[in-house]
């Protein structure tokens, strides 16, 4: 599960889950492979605008033979490499292969959209608004304020939008709202007033029967 949706993966496959996204193995004796944590500071700008900048959820990514045995030979070395007494120390080679793999990670989702349409000026512009979408969530909800920050107008906005994801930009403002109220319920065990004095809400009663209607949280 991440982010309260069920993700299938298939072997042979790849797939990465964001340090914000909230996730669950739910049926851990049907799984068998890999498992690596990455420090964020290892992971190239570049490479973080493809992980990051998708507004609908990433999909699993089907490795080809050839590419399941690089990565499955990458992985090994970097398991003997932390392994290794001298490495505890000096880390520097954990932390190349470390990069080595997420470099031909992000150049398999690179190619790969997953149902996305191909890199475009409009996909590059969603991508620019999930990532403002992201950093400004408590701030700014507002279609016209988004459309200001990137430079373009709000029809332009939504146009992009539409055509990248097939949904204007009101419904991902509302979407990245909820699924920050969902993630905050999840892990702070935080109840609807307490969400109401983090985010500033104007009433409390507002943003109880705006859950109501898309969210189950606790009381």
């Known amino acids: 599960m991440v982010d309260f949706h069920e993700i ?25 492979g890999w498992f690596i944590a990455v420090d964020t500071s290892l992971i190239p700008r570049e490479c973080r605008n493809v992980f990051e900048g998708k507004l609908l959820l990433q999909s699993p990514f089907i490795c080809s033979d050839v590419q399941l045995r690089q990565f499955r030979d990458l992985l090994c070395l970097l398991r003997e490499k932390q392994e290794d007494e001298a490495e505890k120390f000096l880390c520097s080679g954990s932390k190349w292969l470390a990069q080595s793999f997420v470099g031909m990670f992000n150049a398999c989702y690179s190619d790969f959209r997953g ?100 969210l189950a949280y606790r009381h």
């Open 115 to 214: 149902g996305d349409v191909k890199q475009s000026d409009l996909a590059t512009l969603a991508s620019e608004f999930k990532k403002l979408l992201v950093g400004h969530l408590r701030t700014i909800r507002s279609p016209s304020a988004y459309a200001a920050k990137l430079n373009v107008s709000e029809s332009y906005l939504n146009e992009a939008l539409k055509k990248t994801t097939g949904f204007p930009v009101s419904y991902w403002i509302q979407q990245e709202l909820m699924m920050e109220a969902k993630r905050l319920l999840y892990y702070r065990q935080l109840n609807v007033r307490r969400l109401r004095i983090i985010w500033a809400m104007k009433t409390i009663l507002i943003f109880h029967a705006f859950s109501e209607r898309r």
């Open 8 to 32: 299938e993966i298939q072997a042979p496959s790849l797939y990465y889950i964001l340090p914000t996204q909230v996730h669950n193995r739910m049926r851990n004796e049907l799984a068998n």
